[in-house]
């Protein structure tokens, strides 16, 4: 998988990061949730950096401290691994990306 670095927001000892990849979805980097594998908490102003008329296709849990929880696919692709620098506190997920007018509670760019 190919990535395409679209931003990141650097906050509270972390980098979240947002990418786009060659499979038209996204790999969102982000701080680990504990006991949920398959999640990653970022801030809310990660979202700026979708790309225009495009949304996450995953709901977002609003955590009321500026930041969402969403769940993806664990990144395990080395080549994908390669291009990015994951601090230990930190992963990342892939997910899916709608254009347009997508499903309901999903991010929107």
Do not use: C, N
Request: aromatic share 6%.
């Amino acid at each position: 998988m190919e990535l395409r670095f679209l931003g990141k927001q650097t906050q509270g000892g972390g980098s979240p990061t947002l990418f786009a990849t060659d499979r038209d979805t996204y790999v969102v980097q982000g701080w680990k949730v504990p006991g949920q594998e398959t999640s990653v908490e970022i801030p809310h102003e990660l979202l700026q950096y979708l790309e225009p008329d495009t949304e996450l296709a995953v709901p977002l849990q609003d955590t009321g401290r500026g930041s969402y929880i969403l769940s993806g696919t664990v990144v395990v692709d080395t080549e994908a691994l390669s291009q990015m620098d994951i601090p230990g506190h930190e992963t990342s997920v892939e997910v899916g990306r709608v254009r347009g007018g997508g499903a309901d509670e999903t991010a929107h760019g």
